[in-house]
């Protein structure tokens, strides 16, 4: 409700009133956040790929192998992260903890629900 007051601290007292609801605040991560996030965990095994954003970008994030556009399930980078993809290297890092796992433990950042949701807005 809207409420209006004068010099003399008179404040009215039947003024309009709205209804709205707020929504939730979201922040899609771009691919400099994701590769800010991957390099200190992946940058060790994938150096070429990870001495620049761009080469990240080229290598990673462009390539429909690696990153499917608007489909993280089908993603080998979401599979690798999560640890989940078959095969012998079945995890990034390959040795230790997943990713997922450095999220959780609060040895990496950004979580790969952010990651997912980079690769659904590319659609």
């Known amino acids: 409700q809207v409420q209006a007051g004068d010099s003399s601290g008179n404040w009215s007292t039947s003024g309009p009133s709205a209804t709205f609801e707020t929504l ?10 994701v590769y800010t996030a991957l390099e200190p965990h992946c940058g060790t095994c994938h150096f070429s790929e990870f001495n620049t954003q761009g080469s ?5 994030a462009s390539d429909p192998v690696v990153v499917v556009p608007g489909d ?27 990713y997922e796992e450095l999220v959780t433990s609060g040895d990496a950042a950004l979580p790969v629900s952010a990651i997912r949701d980079w690769i659904k807005a590319m659609e």
């Open 24 to 33: 939730e605040f979201t922040t899609t991560v771009g691919v400099g956040g």
């Open 72 to 98: 993280p399930d089908a993603s080998k980078l979401i599979q690798y992260l999560e640890g989940t993809y078959p095969g012998n290297k079945s995890q990034m890092p390959p040795y230790g903890p997943s």
């Open 56 to 60: 990240f970008e080229q290598t990673f």
